[in-house]
């Protein structure tokens, strides 16, 4: 079972695999309110609108294109650190990842 902050710990974790680095205070913040499951976020929505297209039996190739999409417009309009913003898809494909085996889980 996921944690309360399961799409944080796995944004964290690629960043960190991706750059090689932790978090700058700027970037956990704005992660960690950006990456919170408990809150209504745009990488929530994303992550949901993902699963939603896998459920209608969109083509996977589509959907990972369409969430790595969003995430880039949406970490745009939010203003994300260019260090967030330069590792994008990467972050995609943790949500992407994320709804397929939920998806896998639900068995319709």
Known sequence: MYSKNWLYQSMSKTF????G????????????TMFNV??????KIAYYNALFRLKR???KFL????????FK????ETNAPDSI??????????????A?????????
């Open 16 to 19: 960190q695999e991706e750059t």
């Open 21 to 32: 680095a932790k978090f700058t205070k700027e970037e956990q913040e704005y992660a960690y």
């Open 38 to 43: 408990s809150e209504d976020t745009a990488a």
């Open 57 to 59: 039996n969109y083509p």
């Open 63 to 70: 959907v990972s294109a369409l969430i790595q999409y969003e």
């Open 73 to 76: 417009k949406m970490l745009k």
């Open 85 to 98: 913003i330069a590792i994008s898809s990467k972050l995609a494909q943790v949500s992407f990842f994320g």
């Open 100 to 108: 397929l085996k939920a998806y896998c889980k639900i068995g319709d």
